[in-house]
Every structure is written in structure tokens, then in C-alpha cells.
């Protein structure tokens, strides 16, 4: 904590950024992201095992990009995601100094993004061995489990979007449901609506998602929507062989091919 | 009319539940599941609870549905066919346990749906429903009703308030006629009330700030620095939104299976980036902290001058549901000493 | 409704004359200029615009639209006969009485002539209520000017003075008009501020670089009107989306003073 | 009581599919009656969505078809169809969306009896599978809501 605090400081003093975006502490006990702009302030940041949201989601957002450059407190899910939105061309590379913070919580020096990117190579994926066993009870379901399972899961979505707003890769400013000529998903929220939206960012998320498992978080009516991107992050990984987010110039998976790409189920 | 104080001991609740039932009617009451607690359509008695503190979701959804036909039509080569939606068919509701602050979240809606225009959707729903209240023994840091004019004990827009006692039987307040009606349909269950007031019996929740002088501070805050440096987090989704009693905004779609429609009402939110985008592209609200800005303008300074109420009820809903921890309680503190 | 009559006034912009299915609503339906109203093809929804022709006029209305996105997409593909539903009307009005006696001076761009129109012929036929009559109207191009035959009609009458400019490059070899934006070509034609009422409708852009030449004009806040263009669901002050500060611009607009917009937040 | 018929969508490409089953059509060689064909200009314009609104308007299987590796008109259209498909197949799985509905196919221009089969085993295993009610009961309950 305190070395994130030093490190923060040192960066906004050598007006290397001119904002921090970290953690700090918020109400009830919950952590918050935190806009550091003064280095006087920089005690404000803390770090500890609630801070887990994925605050590589306001890298893309317009008011805190208007700021100057930042400096984002980073642990493995959103430097991948750093990684993710440099490829998409969302970021550029030289607006960005990550914090990094590795697996034991220790702050990580990265003298530059190659660096950051090196590591990552090496690091772990791990997603919570919570999600690991209900994604492993859903591959066992049979078909008609997993359709009445997600069907009845959805139900309750009232389409509030915290999912795709927490999505730091969910970052069109016109979101596909969005897109009325034709209307491709039914707006309003009923079972057959949220099926179909829900499908529909899975997919668009295909390739891309990075398991950061933020969506199921920000969800407030506790749906585990995060189940599905990280159902198509595993399976993106194991038809292709890319994991997401592990490259600053990864080629997007749906938009690439390889001719030995298999297709024993097509006749 | 004067309220009326009965007792009604716990056995008897559940037979009142059971002969509300009995009669056909749905009942809309809070069932806890997996930490969280929902209201649900018909549970059973034994599922009710009376010790949550607060659900996820609003009651908002039985008055002002988060989808709504508005109408139906049928389309072919020789015109059009409307046909309007029979509000006649509206299913009478008891809303079971509803806690005071959700009780008085109906009269805010009421006071849009019912400004000016009057929305018959909305008011052949809210004719339909009784609300049995039940007094809060608990709340949270995120609890401020008494900061927005209501209390635990409060029994505006309850037809029956019920208050657990000390013994573990109720204090029953009859409200209204109908609530008037359902004691006497079942008057075998009501006895004389006891001595015990709810006072003593109601959760402990401080008044944290004044929401007049937070109205007051509004009117000159517009171009405050405040919006954007406490925004900056907000994410703009619309949980927040959903899950309060009291925002109404909603949009109006269309939606069809080959030639036959219907036009819905469906739940929207100012804090979304599109909603008031003009096609033109031009959009008076372009960033994220203007819109949060129209959110809490809207509850606590717009809302007070047209409609007379207030746009929160202090149930704190958006608080534990944004994922950002955009805390309505806090920034209502401050801004009360800006 | 039954649209009687399409007319083309520029490209992706059209007029419908509308009828009323049922005489009796006909005979019942009352507006005024200013109104609107919520237009809609059933299965692609529904689209704000103003009620374009005049009040004075009865047994039909008129509504002009560009094809921008769903609804007026649909209504687009429409042909003469085919039914479309209306709502309306809504919102506030010009107040043209408390105009009695004064000058008028309009100034539109684009396709906010339109919302115009219904004041413009609205004031024409009760002509011996006012004084001068000027209207400065402007467009991005020529072909882009709306109500080409009414434009001629006005050039044409004596007690209307018309100015129709367009933005530079815009217009033809043959053009007659004006070369320039709209508070340039206001600034030049000066007219005089004296008794005289503005009536303002256009882009945000374009009211926003009017409003200070009026004022060097000489027009106070309350002697310049006009009109707000938020988007819009309900019609009647409930979903919200048009609110700015206190007000509804659906049912305390569209019609505004500039004096009212200054008490405003700046949200429009 | 007759045997069910069930509806089946086919999309199918322009340059390979379309034209083989037109082939078939002009070899006269009979097959089911079942498929409703959508023609489009290259697999790779085939989306997912699409498969979907299928199955919302009541097709109880789908066939999509186009190209062979490698004959691709716009030369890779297919390839990038295969990926999605290889990607949507596991999504649907995971969702319980029935991937028995749904064949996948190379089918070029001059195989016209070739189609024939695939449209012809498809029908069958549809006729056996039954109608698609899970996801035309869902489709119900999203338009139906209660008063």
C-alpha cells in the first residue's frame, strides 16, 4: 500500500500523469475507485483483497480521459485489459503508466508497457474457485438443465446494463441492442429479451473477455452473467489457443482465421 | 379517518395471510433466498419474512411495470387495428410487509403519474393494491428515510401498518377503508390493542441531513465543481434507477410478431448516454456527470417545485446496488453543506 | 390518420398532409401554433415533430420530416393513403395574441422552418393584426431549402419580406439569395428591433450565434422566442426525457423566451 | 395424426450453396419440402443474431451452409464464418440451445444432390427431435406478459 502510495506520488509530482486512478475507501466498508489528481492526496489510495473492481473501465470513459494522462492502479485481469484495449486501439499505449500489482499484492515496477507485457506472459490466469465449480456444475447439465437453468437465471435481468457499463471492453458509445434498424433484440426486458442480450454480449465478448468477472459483480440483482464471458474466454482459448489480454498487438480472434482451424462438426 | 389500533397476535397473521389468500387474491410478499430477499408473487406463509431489512428491488414494478402494453395493433394492407388495453381486467394486489419507506414510494410516483396529465395505467394499477405495512426493527448505514420526512413507523401510503412487539405479536394500524375492510372481513382475528406502543419497537434511524436545505443549496449548485469531481466513478448504468421506488422515467417501444404489435412502456434511465441524445446527434446531456446531476436534481429540486414530493424515500436501494459505490446518502450529506 | 398527400421539399425531406379518418375527430381536433404532436407507424413507434401547418387552416394537418432514423424511416416508405397514428396535440404555444399590433421578424434554418410554417401562415392570415412581416431563412444548400413553392409565394407578396440565404458553397449558379450563415446574414439585413417580435427556430448552433446579434439589435430577452427540440417519448411530462431544470419542454415548451432559456440550466 | 413437419431456415451463400441447390432443383432430384431458403452473398455475412430470429419466429432447426474451404468467393468469408461458428456452437451449448437444430454444411454448385441429403437428414432428425417448443415457449413468455 504504501508503495503504490510512493510510487503514486513520484508519478504526479514528475507530472509523469496527471491522474491516479486507484482504490479507496468508500461507504459501508466497500472499496471505490479513486481519481487522484493532487499528490497531496495520494494517502487516500489503498489496496487490499476487496479491490477487485475492473478500473480499466475508466480508461475509455471521457471525463476521466480528459484529465491527462493516467496512471491506473492494475492488478493481472486489468492489465490484460490494458493489453486488450491498446489492441483495439481504444488506448494509446504512451497515455497510460500501470501500477501494477502481482499475484502476493506486491507493487510491480514496470518501467514501461513491454515490461508489463513480459509479465503477463509468465503470470497465472485464475478465475475464483467459486465460478470454476458452478461453471463446471453447468458443462455436466444437460441441455434442457442448461437452457431451463439460464432461462430462469435471466429472468429476473431488468436490462440495467451495469454489465456491459462495468465492461471496461464494452465500450461503444452505441451498443448493438442499441441499433433499432432493424431492432436485432427486443428492448424490453423479458425472458426472451434478456436471453437474447444476454447471448448477444457473451458473443460479442468472444475472444476478448479477459475474466475479470466485473459484470457478475456490478450486477444488483446478482445474476452470474460473468459465467458466460468467461465461458467464451475458456473456449476461445482452447479452439484457438489465445488467452486475451496477453499481448499489447493480439490479433482479435473472431477476426483472424487459420486455415487448420477444425470444423469436424460441419458436414 | 382516525386511525384504528387492533392487535393481531402472530397466529392470527398467518391466518389472515391464508384467508387474504383464500379469497383469491394475489398476494405480493418478501421472501428471503441465498442472502438476499425479493418479493415474490403467492410464496407460502412459511417463506415470508419479517426480519429483512431491505429487498433488492422496489414495489415500483406492481403500480408502473418494467415492461407495459400500452396498446395492441394489427397491420395489413387495408389499415390499421388498434385495441386498447382493458385496465378493467387490472387484478387486485396485497402487497404484504411493505416497510414504510416503500409504503410512501407509491406517492411519489403518484405525484408524476398523476401531475397534470393523468396516466390511467398507473392509476387503475395503484387503485388495485392495499398495502399492509410493516414498521421497521432494523435498518442499515445506507437507511435514511428520516432524512426525507418519513420514519420506521411511518404510515404513509399504508392501508394497514403492522408493528412487531416486544411479545412477538403485531400492532395492527388501520389506515384506510380498505384497510378498514380487510379488518372487518376478518374481524375474528383483530383483538383490543395493547398498551405497548411501536415507538419503543421501531429501528433507530438518525436524521442525517435536512433535505429542505439540500433543496435550497441545489437551486444555485448547477455549475458546481461537486457533480464532476463526485461523478467521476459513476459508471452510468442504470441500476441505480431500477431499483429505486421512485424514478419513473421510462421509454415507449414498439414491438412485433409479423403483423400483429403491441406498443410497450418499458423502465429507462436519465443516467443512460442515450437518453436524451437528439437525432441530430446533439446531446444536452453528453457526459456522465451531467446526468447524475439530472438524477439528484431531479429527486431533491425539480421534483419538490412541480410536483410537490420529494423524488427519494430513503431506502437506499441505489446505494447497495451501484456497483461503483455512488452513495446517494453521502453526497446528499455534502451537498447540504455546500 | 390517413395520409392524403406527400410532397418532396428536399432530399430525405417530405411533407404529409394528414386527414382524419373519422370526420368527427376532424371536427373536434383543435391546436394551436406552436403544438406538436407524437406521429407513429405501428411496429416501428413513434416521432415527435410539430404540427407544420396552420391552425387557420382546418380539416387537415401537416407535418415535415427528414428520414433520420426508425420512425421517420418508416414513415418515409409510406404512400398516399396509408394510415399512420397521432397523438396530440401537446406542448405550449406561440402567444400571437399578445403579438397584435407588432412586427415580426422569423428566422429559421433547415429544417426548422417547418415548426415555423404553422406561425408564419398562421400571422399571414390574420395579416391585419401585425406590421411588417420579415422572415430570414436559411439552409445548407439550395436544394436542402424546405417549402420551395412557399418560399416563392412569399418572395412574391408584398407584405412579407422574405430573405432566403444559404451557407457558402451551397448554392447554385443561378441563385438569387443570400451567401452565408444565418447571424451573418441577420447582422447585414438589421432589422430594426423597435415593437418588433423574433422568433427564432434552428440547430442549437445556429440559435446559439443569433441570439447575441439580436440582442446587439436591440431585442430584449422576452421579445425573442423560441423553440426547444428535445427528444421526447411521452408528450405529457412523465418519462422524463425532456426535462430540463424545472420544466418539460413537452408540455411548458417547445415555446420558450430567450428570458425563460436564461433561467435555465444549460441542458438543451 | 400426421407426422410432424418441422420449418427449417437455410442460409446459405449466394456464389456456392444457392446455386447448388438450385442445380438440384434443375436435376429434378426431389427432397424435402421443409427448408425455407435466405440467400445471402457469402457466409461471412451470416450472423449469429440471425440464427437466433429463426428461432423466435418458430424454425425448429436451421441449416447454414456455404462454400468449401478455400472456394470462397471473397476468398477467406467462410473462414471467418467457421471461427464464429466454432464460437457460437459452444456458446449455444453452454445456453442449452439445442446444437442437434442447427446443421452446418459446404455444399458447392455442382453438388446438387448433395443438398438434397443434407436437407433431407436434417428433416429427419428434426422430425424426430420434434418441434423447437423451449425456445418458441420463451418467445411466448416475453410477449405475453400479465395484465
Known sequence: MESIRKKAKELLDSKQVQVIIGYENGTSNKVRAAFITDPTQVDRLIYDERCTQNLAVYLVKHEVKHLGKMGIVATIPVMRTINMLISEEQVKPENVVVLGIGEDGKLLDFPDLTVMESFLQKAKIEITAKDKEAMEKLKKMTTQEKFDYWSNALETCFKCYACRSSCPLCYCTRCAVECNQPQWIPVQANKNGNYEWHMLRAMHLAGRCVSCGDCGRACPLDIPVHLLTMHMAEESKRLFGVDSGFSMKMESVLSNYKLDDKDNFIQ | MEIEKKLIKKASLEKLFEKLQAKGNKIFAPVSKDGKTEFQYNPSYAEVTYDHIQTTQSLKNTVFPKIENLIRFKTDRSGVEVTEVDLTQVQSLVLWGVHPCDAAGFNALKSIFMWDYKDEYFNSRLQKIAVIGLSCHKSDDNCFCTSVGLNPGGTQGCDILLTKLSSGDFLAEIITEKGKAIVTEASELFETAPSETKEGNLAQVNQQFSHEKVTKNLAGAFEHPFWVENSLRCIGCGACAFVCPACACFDIQDETKGKNGKRLRCWDSCGFGLFTIHTSGHNPREVQSQRWRQRILHKFSYMPERNESLGCIGCGRCSRACPVDMNILEQLVSLEKL | MEVEKITEEAPEVKTFRLKFKNPEDAEKFEFKAGQFGEYSVMGEGESTFCIASAPTRKGYIECTFRKAGRVTGALANLEEGETIGFRGPYGNVFPIDEWKGKNLLYIAGGIALPPMRCVIWNTLDLRENYKDITIIYGARSVEDLVYKNELKEWEERPDVKLVTTVDPGGQTPDWKGEIGFVPTVLEKVAPSSKDTIAIVCGPPIMIKYTFPVLEKLGFTDETIYTTLENRMKCGFGKCGRCNVGKYFVCKDGPVFTLKQLKELPDEY | ???????????????????????????????????????????????????????????????????????????????????????????LDYMGVDIERITFSWVSAAEGARWAEIVNTTTDKLRKLGPYTNYQNLVKSGIEEEL
Open chain 4, 1 to 91: 395424426m400426421s407426422e410432424f413437419e418441422p420449418k427449417i431456415v437455410a442460409f446459405v451463400c449466394n456464389w456456392c450453396t444457392y446455386a447448388g441447390a438450385d442445380l438440384t432443383g434443375t436435376s429434378r432430384i426431389k427432397y424435402a419440402a421443409n427448408v425455407k431458403i435466405i440467400r445471402f452473398p457469402c457466409t461471412g455475412r451470416i450472423d449469429f443474431m440471425l440464427l437466433m430470429k429463426a428461432f423466435q419466429n418458430g424454425a425448429d432447426g436451421i441449416i447454414v451452409s456455404g462454400c468449401h474451404p478455400n472456394d470462397c468467393h471473397y476468398s477467406s468469408g467462410n473462414f471467418h464464418a467457421k471461427r464464429r461458428w466454432m464460437v457460437f456452437r459452444e456458446l
